[in-house]
Nanobody
Framework: QVQLVESGGGLVQPGGSLRLSCAAS????????MGWYRQAPGKQRELVAG???????NYADSVKGRFTISRDNAKNTVYLQMSSLKPEDTAVYYC??????????????WGQGTQVTVSS
């Protein structure tokens, strides 16, 4: 019954900002790791940023200094603050979460994807 719901995508001008959110719901015991991936047209899906339950983060080199990932463990929600956006950031952004269910297995789950378009 675990589900990830994303929001926050949209159209923004170069240099602008957007904040994506992804909320997990269901029989959740813990979420050891959450992250954001993106897939641009004609390109392979890539990891943008990840964060552990204790706050350890990692970023793709292309977004370091511009994007910030964070999470609210009480809300089972992960965020991606995107600033100084560039046209090359245009992609569908997918939330991913490694989740341990209550009385259940550990598995990866994906959000539905949200479109981010950076264009003037």
């Amino acid at each position: 019954q675990v589900q990830l719901v994303e929001s926050g995508g949209g159209l923004v001008q170069p240099g602008g900002s957007l904040r994506l959110s992804c909320a997990a719901s269901g029989r959740i015991f813990s979420i050891p790791a959450m992250g954001w991936y993106r897939q641009a047209p004609g390109k392979q899906r890539e990891l943008v940023a990840g964060i552990t339950a204790t706050g350890t983060t990692n970023y793709a080199d292309s977004v370091k200094g511009r994007f910030t990932i964070s999470r609210d463990n009480a809300k089972n929600t992960v965020y991606l603050q995107m600033s100084s956006l560039k046209p090359e950031d245009t992609a569908v952004y997918y939330c991913n979460a490694n989740i341990i269910q209550r009385q259940g297995p550990r598995a990866d789950y994906w959000g539905q994807g949200t479109q981010v378009t950076v264009s003037s």
